[in-house]
């Protein structure tokens, strides 16, 4: 079946970016999101790219998408305390009536001072 | 943020117990899911709905039924709590107008005894 694979922790200074990785397995997959969770809440949608979209920049967030090796990053610049969460990598293997995602398992970004 | 609650917020119960919980939404989404979180398991899917009185399982259905009788209202019952169904549970929420983007309540954090 589907899969989304993403490494489990990340450890970087503050200051530095930060390059959070995703594979997936769906070649049809429409929409790529990544999601933040911080401690004790829920998820929070940080941004999505188009499968026809090879980049999406926001502010200091970069998604770059390889649909050829099905690899998707989150790059974040100038990496700040507040930035330290838990990263999600989801995608929606098909449009129309099938609404489920497929999820990563996170990773783990730890900011050090 | 968008409008989206969970009740009860923490729940400890004893095993054999039923339990209820409710996700409520002032969004008028269509779509609706459950999804529980463990260490090492990110997130999975229970149940989701795809209108009033329309639900499907997902992939850890066992032990769990739903039901929306509301398009605001999704309920997720445990019939008999089992320490396996300790767990962080999330409702989400998202519309077929938006690219799937899924959005989430605070989560409830359940303790079965």
């Known amino acids: 079946g589907e899969d989304v694979e993403q490494s489990l922790f990340l450890s970087v200074r503050e200051g530095d970016s930060s390059v959070i990785n995703c594979t997936y397995t769906d070649s049809s997959s429409t929409y790529l999101y990544w999601y933040k969770q911080e401690p004790g809440a829920g998820l929070q949608l940080l941004t999505y790219i188009f499968s026809n979209m090879d980049m999406k920049q926001d502010q200091r967030l970069t998604v770059l998408l390889n649909k050829k090796d099905k690899h998707l990053s989150l790059r974040i610049a100038d990496t700040q305390t507040g930035d330290s969460a838990i990263y999600f990598c989801?995608?929606?293997?098909?449009?129309?009536?099938?609404?489920?995602?497929?999820w990563g398992l996170g990773t783990s970004l730890a900011v050090n001072p | 943020d968008a409008g989206i609650t969970q009740s009860p917020r923490h729940k400890v119960t004893e095993t054999g117990t039923p339990v209820t919980l409710r996700c409520h939404q002032t969004e008028n989404h269509r779509y609706m899911y459950w999804y529980r979180q463990d260490p090492g398991h990110g997130l999975r899917l229970i149940h989701y709905?795809?209108?009033?009185?329309?639900?499907d399982k997902g992939e850890v259905s066992d032990g769990y039924s739903v039901s929306r009788s509301k398009t605001e209202d999704f309920l997720l019952t445990l019939e008999s709590a089992t320490s396996s169904q300790t767990s962080v549970y999330f409702c989400a929420i998202s519309s077929p107008l938006a690219a799937q983007e899924q959005f989430f309540g605070p989560g409830t954090r359940l303790t079965v005894l």
């Open positions: 709905s795809y209108g009033v009185k329309d639900t």
């Open positions: 989801a995608v929606w293997p098909n449009a129309g009536n099938n609404r489920k995602l497929i």
